[in-house]
T-cell receptor, first 113, second 114 residues
Framework: NAGVTQTPKFQVLKTGQSMTLQCAQDMNHNSMYWYRQDPGMGLRLIYYSASEGTTDKGEVPNGYNVSRLNKREFSLRLESAAPSQTSVYFC????????????FGQGTRLTVV | DQQVKQNSPSLSVQEGRISILNCDYTNSMFDYFLWYKKYPAEGPTFLISISSIKDKNEDGRFTVFLNKSAKHLSLHIVPSQPGDSAVYFCAARRRGSTLGRLYFGRGTQLTVWP
């Protein structure tokens, strides 16, 4: 039982390049999320998917797109990377409910030069 | 606008003593609060939570207290151990929102020294 798996773990991009961050969960959760963590900023929600086939913007969606490929997979795409997108990206999954927590992957450290 | 605030970026405590991490929030619609622990190069892991209908929740060495009137919660770790050294994030969820819309504080780096 791997939980939430993110690939890649590290990536360096040049400004203007594109890439897709992959996320998969094996806990049969309906909801999946992408957060970014910047120094001194905590975790901020980029996009989320409450269920297969639906996606919604979070707090900081600009410059990103997402795809909920199926129940297991939720990808985050940077179409034209900018230095401001240098960050650590975390994918999470969870069940909708009153008193449940979200489970996080190990993160992708992205540097845009 | 930061709706969840952790005003202490760091805390240093001697092993065996109590660690108290604080968190304040501004949104009265928050009804569920969580603490996450994060080691370097790892994802956050869930530690403990509390619903707004309670004022205390305990799990082993970890206790979370909620003061709704003050919009304040705290995490107590007793006794503190060197393995507790990590960044601790306070998070909150709004009443009626889906699970993942958690609002996080900026984190407190806890260092437990021998």
């Amino acid at each position: 039982n791997a939980g939430v798996t993110q690939t890649p773990k590290f990536q360096v991009l040049k400004t203007g390049q594109s890439m897709t961050l992959q996320c998969a969960q094996d806990m049969n959760h309906n909801s999946m999320y992408w957060y970014r963590q910047d120094p001194g900023m905590g975790l901020r929600l980029i996009y989320y998917s409450a269920s297969e086939g639906t996606t919604d913007k979070g707090e900081v969606p600009n410059g990103y797109n997402v795809s909920r490929l199926n129940k297991r997979e939720f990808s985050l795409r940077l179409e034209s990377a900018a230095p401001s997108q240098t960050s650590v990206y975390f994918c999470a999954s969870g069940e909708q409910g009153m008193n449940t927590e979200a489970f996080f992957g190990q993160g992708t450290r992205l540097t845009v030069v | 606008d930061q709706q969840v605030k952790q005003n202490s970026p760091s805390l240093s405590v001697q092993e065996g003593r109590i660690s108290i991490l604080n968190c304040d929030y501004t949104n009265s619609m928050f009804d569920y609060f969580l603490w996450y622990k994060k080691y370097p190069a790892e994802g956050p892991t869930f530690l403990i939570s509390i619903s707004s209908i309670k004022d205390k929740n305990e799990d082993g060495r970890f206790t979370v207290f909620l003061n709704k009137s003050a919009k304040h919660l705290s995490l107590h770790i007793v006794p503190s151990q060197p393995g507790d050294s990590a960044v601790y994030f306070c998070a909150a969820r709004r009443r009626g929102s889906t699970l993942g819309r958690l609002y996080f504080g900026r984190g407190t780096q806890l260092t437990v020294w021998p």
